[in-house]
């Protein structure tokens, strides 16, 4: 199964390790920073903007990926389980619009005000 791992840091390292140590698998990295440690496993791999959404749904599909792991906030908030979905690539990670519960702490406090869920620090 080839999978992509997006992200260059140690939660994506972690989860690059643990797909690995299945041999079925075919690890494939996009990072914007070369990570040793990920590169060892990948296959191949691409150095670029985390969301250069459009280059790493083209390295994707010109790779044959079946499934992809999104790391990093920064991708998700552009956009890139939505482009890889539209392009038939399954992903963990949420939607842009799901993100940006995550991505935006204004719009997650709002909600939290909205619906009476406790834990959201008075802030306005």
Known sequence: MKILVVGGGGREHAIASALARNQKTVLYSVMAKKNPGIAKLAAKM?????T??????AFAQENGIEYAFIGPESPLEAGIVDALDAAGISCVGPSKAAARIETDKGFCRGLMEQYHIDGCLKYR
């Open 46 to 50: 691409l150095l670029c903007r985390e």
């Open 52 to 57: 250069d959404v459009p280059r790493i749904v």
